[in-house]
C-alpha cells in the first residue's frame, strides 16, 4: 500500500485511495481485514464511507509490529526459498504441519514472516519457512510479512537463531548451520557462539558431527540416534566399526548408558581404536553414573556441565553463554526456577 507518497512495496497487497492513512489507523497490530471493526464504517464522521475499503485500509495502516516495522501482505509465489536454510524436511516434518495448517485456516497467520527485498520485485524469506508452507498448504496466496533489508551474513545469523529455537531441531540440521556460516562466511567457532548465544565449545560439538559416516548422519537426522549417542560414536576411530555399532544401536533401541557400556565394556570392542585427547592419552574412562548425572544436569539447567571425579571427589563446573543464563541457573540453585 502507497502511504504519506511512499513507494509501494513490490508484491504487496495495495488499496488506492486519497485518505491518509494515519486518520484511520486503529491501535495494535492487524492480521484480518478490519471487517468486523465498530469503526469500520465511518472516517471522520461520513456515515456514508463505503465498509469495506475503509476496513481494508484501516487494517493496512494499523499493521506495525513493536519495533515500527510495518507488516505486508506479500504474494506467497513472489517469496523464494532461502538460500541459508539448512534445516531438513523429513515426511513426518511435513505431516506435523496439519495442525498448523488448521490453524491457519481458521485465524491466518498470527505472527508474520521475515524476508529481503531480491531482485525484479522478488523477495527472500529469511524466517517462517514452516508457516509459508503451511499457508501455502492451506490454500493461501499472501502471507504477511516483515521486509529487512539485511547482509546475507545477516540473513544466514537469523536463520539459524530461529532454528535454534524449535524444540524439534535434530542436531544435524544444526551442525550444518554452525558449518555453513564457517565456511561461507570466514567465521570462527568462537564468534559462531557469540552471534547465536551457545558456547565455542557446543558449537564444535556439533560441527564434528559432519566426520560421521552418511550412515549414520541418516540416523541423527530420522531421530532414530540423538546427540549424545552421536557424542559417543565420535569416539570411535575407524568407520566401519562406528557404522556397525550405530545400527545395532538403533535396531537394538538402545540408551545412551547401554551404548556406552557396549563401546567400553563390551568384548567385542577390546582392541578397537578410538581417538586420543588432546593430551594424547586415549579416551578417558568415565564412570556411567557421573555421565548419567552431567547429562541430567545439562537437561535440567540448560547449559554445559563438565563433573571431574576422582575417588569420590572433584568438582562440578557450570558453562554459561548469556548473562540470562547466569541469572537464570543461580535462580534455580537458589530455589527460585
Known sequence: MTQGGSAAVPG???VATGVDA???????????TGAGSPDAGAVGGDSGAVPGVIADLQAQAARRVADGREVLDLAIEKIDVNPHQTRSWTQWEIESLEELIDSIKAQGVLQPVTVRPGKDGRYFLITGERRMRASSMAGKTTIPAIVRVVSEQQAAEMTVIENLQRRDLNCIDLARAYIMLSQDFGMTQEQIGERVGVARESVSNYMRLAKLP??????LQNG?????????????????????VAKKAVLEDWSVDKL??????????FGVKRKETKGGG??????????????????????????????GKGKITLEYATLEDFDRVVGMLKGKG
Open 214 to 219: 552418511k550412515t549414520v548422519q541418516y540416523y
Open 22 to 32: 494515519a486518520a484511520i489507523a486503529g491501535p495494535g497490530i492487524g492480521m484480518g
Open 224 to 244: 532414530q540416534l540423538d546427540f549424545s549417542q552421536a557424542r559417543v560414536l565420535l569416539n570411535l576411530e575407524d568407520p566401519e566399526v562406528l557404522e556397525r
Open 12 to 14: 504487496a497487497a495495495t
Open 260 to 269: 556406552e557400556k557396549f563401546v567400553l565394556f563390551d568384548p567385542s570392542m
Open 282 to 311: 586415549g579416551s578417558r574412562w568415565v564412570d556411567p553414573n557421573v555421565r548419567a548425572a552431567q547429562r541430567d544436569l545439562e537437561r535440567i539447567l540448560a547449559v554445559k556441565v563438565r563433573i571431574r571425579d576422582r575417588k
